[in-house]
């Protein structure tokens, strides 16, 4: 689950666990980017809603045992990603909700605290879980040594290259973007990184920010296109990290693939760019 | 029928609030509604809960079907006010928000209770008093 949930709450005005459901989508809203779905709103207008049920991972928060949130979701064929029931969890929790009021009372804004720091901390984990998914924890590397210059590639299938030496690592629509060993090492020592900005969208082989070091500015050419989602803003302070290890902590940024497919046709696997490095490394001298 | 504890017997009345999540105009129903069941009118006013009744909830659309109901919709959606003519048969009588309300504040984005300003009450407390003339009237015609 991301940190973006469609909530769907009860939203109930029969039991103060209604109120309570109702107070908990709100305070999710605020707190993530969420959104709710008006469960009255949505028996009368599907198109308004149909989209962000199908597009978010779906949060339904029942008051009671009528389930009415549930019973609305199940008619509509949505997928169900986390469900909650406010009285279970007032139960769980050793609460008794009032019965004589709808207004909700200090053990119920307790409850709602609770239960929404819990579904933040946990969206939060499943979202670093799936970021760590994305990308290998570990690489292996084939390596060309040139005197003590050692130039390592990633073998891993899902790496491609260009010929400006930056390389894109592709999970489904996703991908992340560096540069190679060989830049790092004809470089030297990088000292400043401007990166590009999260949300602008470029085409493939436009610059995707560039590197500084004492020898030379390198413009980084974008091996794909589409939208940058991400900068890996560590290297702001510390470009080192390039020099440490391009591949893995000094990563440049991730992007929101366009059409993948089509950029392929202009990039090179590891078979292909590898004698091109070997052939570049031999003919410059670090 | 409830007792007043006075003598008189007065009738029971339904009230069914859009309590929307989608703009700020469902959650001044949804705190109207609540005054007007809990301080003004206890006993007289019978909140229906919606969800529940367009879900399928028997008892709302049995009482919705039994006794006079007051639909209090935010806007002109008239969600409540079309879920009991779907179900359950006429309102006696309605309210909608945009009759009376800024329409900027009607459709504005729903807070939470903690966000709620001395306004959004003022406005609350103005639907409360519309939906209390409204049982008045009907309980006068009774």
Not at chain 1, 130 to 138: G, I, L, R, S
Not at chain 1, 269 to 274: A, P, R
Request: hydrophobic residues 40%; glycine residues 6%; proline residues 3%.
């Amino acid at each position: 689950m991301s940190k973006e949930y469609a909530i769907l709450p009860c939203n109930g005005l029969d039991k103060c666990a209604g109120c309570t459901a109702r107070e908990l989508a709100i305070k999710l809203a605020e707190e993530t980017e969420s959104e709710i779905i008006c469960p009255v709103f949505y028996r009368v207008a599907d198109a308004r809603y149909n989209k962000l049920a199908n597009e978010k991972p779906l949060l339904v928060i029942d008051g009671c045992a009528s389930r009415c949130a549930s019973r609305l979701a199940a008619e509509k064929g949505l997928k169900i990603a986390k469900k909650i029931n406010i009285s279970e969890e007032a139960k769980n929790a050793g609460i008794v909700l009032k019965t004589d009021s709808l207004r909700l009372g200090e053990t119920e804004k307790l409850l709602v605290e609770n239960l929404a720091d819990a579904l933040v901390t946990e969206a939060n984990a499943a979202e670093q879980t799936q970021e760590a998914d994305f990308f290998p924890k570990q690489l292996s590397y084939d390596v060309y040594q040139k005197d003590k210059f050692i130039f390592r590639i990633p073998k891993e299938a899902a790496f491609f290259f260009n010929e400006n030496d930056v390389w894109v690592y592709v999970s489904g629509g996703k991908a992340r973007i560096g540069v190679t060993d060989y830049v790092q090492q004809s470089l030297s020592d990088i000292m400043f990184f401007t990166a590009p900005n999260v949300g602008s969208e470029l085409s493939q082989f436009d610059e995707v920010g560039s590197l500084e070091s004492g020898k030379a500015v390198f413009e980084i050419v974008s091996p794909v296109s589409g939208t940058i989602t991400k900068v890996n803003e560590d290297l702001l302070n510390e470009p080192e990290r390039i020099n440490q290890n391009p591949y893995e902590q000094g990563w440049i940024a991730e992007i929101e693939l366009e059409d993948f497919e089509e950029d392929k046709e202009l990039l090179y696997d590891f078979n292909g760019y590898f004698p091109i490095m070997k052939r570049k490394v031999d003919e410059f001298h670090v | 029928m409830a007792d007043t504890g006075i003598g008189a017997v007065r009738m029971q009345i339904g009230v069914i609030s859009c309590s929307g999540e989608e703009i700020l105009g469902g959650t001044l129903t949804r705190m109207a509604t609540r005054k007007v069941m809990e301080e003004l009118r206890p006993g007289q006013a019978i909140s229906l809960c919606l969800p529940l009744f367009i879900a399928g909830g028997e008892e709302e659309r049995n009482f919705a079907r039994d006794y006079p109901v007051i639909s209090v919709d935010a806007c002109e959606r008239n969600c409540a006010k079309k879920s009991i003519e779907k179900y359950s048969g006429q309102v006696r009588e309605f309210i909608i928000l945009t009759d009376f309300l800024e329409r900027d504040v009607i459709f504005s984005k729903t807070v939470s209770m903690k966000e709620l300003t001395k306004e959004h009450y003022r406005m609350a407390d103005k639907i409360a008093e519309e939906i209390c003339k409204k049982i008045d009237a009907i309980a006068a015609g009774q």
